[in-house]
């Protein structure tokens, strides 16, 4: 079993404006593994192209140095994940037959609403007798589903005592302007990834999950937009730049910091949390995988926290990428392995922040080379 810790902080907010009591919630996992990992991406549409087809600004081109943005074209995000978790399925030593919950994860748009993309995977998969649902904790998806597996696995059945994480996006939409989603280097990328989480064994252990949400900065991918009718439905541009600035137009600090810097001592201590958990020491890690995005938030809100530098991050890997949503950190951990950069005993820390506004965390710590690399 686990230990997990879900109380309040015990120091009140100092007064008026002060951040909120946060979800702190912190899990130390008994025999929770990662049995199998795939991942889905299309090419890549170069960015210098997007200069050029005048949809990427030039001086941000630039600026952010990225290579290339992951395209999916037509593909749709539970047929992505279906290819994803065909991967993963194939390289857990259990299959298809050894899944009880099928946990999927998403940002975007999946297909038709009021539907469930997770039974189009299962179907697909040939996975039968299993429950599933779908996570909509925007690019902290996969994380969330990693947390929620260790939770839910001593309770699956011994006929079906696997789960298997799905997550996929397409931005590719009308409504949406890929090439102008996010600060410096962030931009939009499609792709989809899966894990098989197991109780038996896998190449890598989950050493602690760390959870945290900070309704303080909620409104930040919110903006003036109104709760009703939603945007989609309602044929409205969505915009999550745009909403960022009205906010940040409006609040200038929070609990007596700017934005900037509450977001990322919000980042640094989840991250410190979870590594306090594992008992590891942010010294001992090999490799912290984050959101693909501009170099300078990799470094001020995680890396220089932890007293790390920037390139232990494969930040420069998701310049070739783009900000794949909750698939960035187990594309990068998949590339590690089959490049041969990571070892037996190796520790990794993967994050993810995700406007709304959440954090989360998890240790891992390789325990063999994968058979399939």
């Not at 686990?2 to 404006?17: E, K, M, N």
């Not at 939770?151 to 696997?162: A, I, K, T």
């Not at 899966?194 to 900065?217: D, I, K, L, Q, T």
């Not at 309602?234 to 810097?261: C, K, L, P």
Request: with cysteine; charged share 20%.
């Amino acid at each position: 079993m686990f230990h997990r810790d879900q109380s309040l902080p015990r120091t009140p907010p100092a007064g008026p404006g002060a951040p909120a009591p946060h979800r702190d919630a912190r899990m130390k996992p008994a025999d929770v593994f990662l049995a199998g990992l795939g991942c889905w991406l299309p090419d890549a549409y170069p960015a210098s192209e997007a200069v050029a087809a005048g949809l990427y600004d030039a001086t941000v081109f630039a600026e952010s140095g990225l290579r290339g943005v992951l395209v999916a074209g037509s593909e749709s995000p539970p047929e992505m994940a279906v290819r994803a978790a065909r991967t993963a399925l194939e390289r857990s030593p259990g299959g298809p037959g050894s899944i009880g919950t099928v946990l999927h994860g998403a940002t975007f748009f999946q297909g038709p609403e009021m539907w469930s993309p997770s039974a189009y995977i299962m179907r697909e998969l040939g996975i039968a007798g299993a429950g599933s649902t779908e996570i909509r904790n925007g690019c902290n998806s996969m994380l969330t589903g990693v947390e929620l597996a260790a939770g839910l696995l001593p309770y699956q059945s011994r006929s079906r005592p696997d789960i298997l994480l799905t997550t996929a996006d397409n931005f590719g939409s009308p409504l949406f302007n890929r090439w102008d989603s996010g600060p410096m280097g962030v931009i939009a990328a499609d792709a989809a990834s899966s894990v098989v989480v197991s109780r038996e064994a896998g190449f890598a252990r989950v050493e602690a999950v760390a959870s945290r949400v900070y309704p303080e900065f909620e409104a930040m991918a919110r903006g003036d937009e109104p709760l009703f009718p939603p945007t989609g439905s309602a044929g409205r541009r969505i915009d999550t730049v745009e909403r960022a600035q009205q906010f940040n137009e409006r609040v200038r600090e929070v609990g007596g910091m700017s934005v900037a810097d509450g977001i990322a001592k919000a980042c640094s201590e989840t991250a410190l949390a979870a590594l306090d958990e594992a008992g590891v020491k942010p010294s001992e890690l090999r490799w912290v995988l984050v959101p693909n995005g501009d170099e300078a938030t990799t470094r001020n809100c995680v890396m220089e926290p932890l007293g790390l530098d920037v390139a232990q991050s494969q930040w420069e890997f998701g310049l070739g990428i783009g900000h794949a949503s909750s698939s960035d950190q187990f594309i990068a951990l998949d590339h590690l392995l089959r490049t041969g950069r990571l070892d037996a005993g190796d520790h990794v820390l993967l994050f993810g922040g995700a406007p709304g506004w959440s954090a989360v965390a998890v240790v891992l710590t390789i325990t063999e080379q994968p058979s399939w690399i």
